[in-house]
């Protein structure tokens, strides 16, 4: 670094960010728009972006009762990819995944994705049994999906705990190479940036406290800014759905529990992959930045808080600790909490509610990151032409009154053959 390079680093420590350009206008709201999306998260930037994109309607206003990036689109753990069984939720997360890996040039912006490869462990000869299963299931519908045994695990993953005196003995995994991991609050900013650039108002600190109703249609949106039309109104707000939904006098088949995530501190590369468990439901990846980020369940009772609970977080740490053991002497940097729809057989929903002029894309349970390009494209179809994209169509709400549902774990009733 040359000597003129070097004073110009230090001028901009201590000019703070006085010098820096807005990435997208910090919008005043207009008195009514084709479109409203209720959620500035990644799915309701990245549904408006591509609302004005692919479907030409620029009169759109995105009304975030925070900021940008200050919600669950924060607060989750970053994994990126397709590995389900049942062929709506594949087909939709692949559909996904491929964006994700064009994402950056699409947005020009840089939203890190790393394609380092997510995996599933197997602890038992039932668990490789499902894992082949769901490995048939993705490459029927030509999804790379590659079973590994025990021998081809300890060169890939070395700090596993793979001998058999282990707390949870390891007999292989199902890895997806093209999964991995992207930066979630690059993904907010760079979608909000490119939607600011196709004429899209984004709204902060404006929070939805009621519909406008002419007859059984909505027409607008009561916030603390004041009164706003509407042509259509896209809920999109992640754990809180259940909430702005009654606003409308809907009952949603969700319930918000909050999910904790932890980082350590940095070091060098450890982790390979994005490693899960299947049977325990732990999580374990490296961050850029080398901190080693992993989590657990949700923590299985209503809340909206967006704090960890220790009792919780320790089995979490336990599980990580147990699969990988050198994890034990790394300090514990930071946990948060996001707060997840957990919609009742762990799929999503989007599409039209029994309100006229409002639609809903919630209910992603702790799977909502990755879908963020699917989740935002087929929306904003959903929301230019009034009808599910063939991607989102499996989704609708009323699959619950029909019986028609998604279970991937197998633990409700089968969706109905198509």
Same mark, same amino acid.
């Given at each position: ?77 970053? !994994? ?91 007999? $292989? ?23 600011? $650039? ?118 979490? !740490?336990?599980? $990580? ?64 032409? $009034? ?18 549902? !998604? ?12």
């Amino acid at each position: 670094m040359n000597r003129y390079s070097a004073l110009g680093l230090v001028r901009g420590a201590l000019g703070g960010h006085k010098h820096w350009q807005p990435a997208w206008r910090d919008a005043e709201p207009k008195p009514s728009y084709d479109i409203i999306i209720i959620g500035g998260g990644g799915h309701g930037l990245a549904t408006a972006y591509y609302l004005a994109k692919v479907h030409g309607i620029r009169n759109i206003a995105v009304l975030e009762k925070g900021w940008i990036g200050g919600g669950n689109t924060g607060r989750n753990t970053t !994994i990126v990819r397709s590995n389900y069984r049942l062929a709506p939720l594949h087909d939709l997360f692949e559909f996904g995944l491929k964006m994700w890996e064009h994402l950056s040039d699409e947005l020009n912006y840089n939203v890190m994705f790393s394609p380092r490869g997510a995996m599933f462990l197997g602890h038992s000869d039932a668990d490789m049994t499902r894992l082949a299963e769901r490995g048939d299931a993705m490459r029927c519908s030509g999804i790379d999906a590659e079973l590994m045994t025990r021998d081809k695990l300890a060169k890939f993953e070395p700090l596993l705990d793979l001998s058999r005196s282990a707390r949870f003995p390891i007999e $292989g995994a199902l890895i997806q190479r093209r999964g991995g991991t992207a930066r979630h609050d690059a993904v907010a900013w760079g979608y909000a940036r490119a939607a600011d $650039g196709l004429g899209v108002d984004i709204i902060q600190k404006c929070e939805v406290t009621g519909f406008v109703r002419d007859g059984d249609a909505v027409v607008g949106v009561e916030t603390t800014r004041g009164r706003i039309g509407a042509g259509r109104v896209g809920i999109c707000v992640a754990g809180n759905s259940g909430h702005v939904a009654g606003l409308a006098g809907l009952r949603l088949p969700i319930e918000s529990q909050t999910l904790q995530a932890m980082v350590t501190e940095g070091v060098k590369p450890m982790v390979n992959s994005v490693i899960m468990s299947q049977s325990m439901h732990c999580y374990i990846s490296q961050s850029d930045k080398g901190g080693i980020v992993f989590g657990g369940d949700p923590d299985n009772w209503p809340s909206y808080a967006q704090r960890g609970i220790p009792m919780v977080m320790d089995g979490a !740490i336990a599980q $990580g600790i147990a699969l990988m053991p050198a994890l034990s002497r790394l300090r514990m940097v930071r946990t948060w909490s996001g707060v997840t729809d957990m919609s009742f057989d762990g799929a999503p929903i989007i599409g039209e509610t029994p309100v006229k002029n409002l639609f809903l894309n919630g209910g992603w349970c702790y799977g909502g990151f990755k879908a963020t390009p699917a989740s935002g494209w087929t929306y904003a179809h959903t929301l230019a032409t $009034g009808k599910p994209h063939a991607l989102n169509a499996p989704f609708a709400l009323d699959r619950f009154r029909r019986g028609d549902t !998604i279970d991937e774990t197998g633990t409700g009733p089968m969706p109905n053959s198509r």
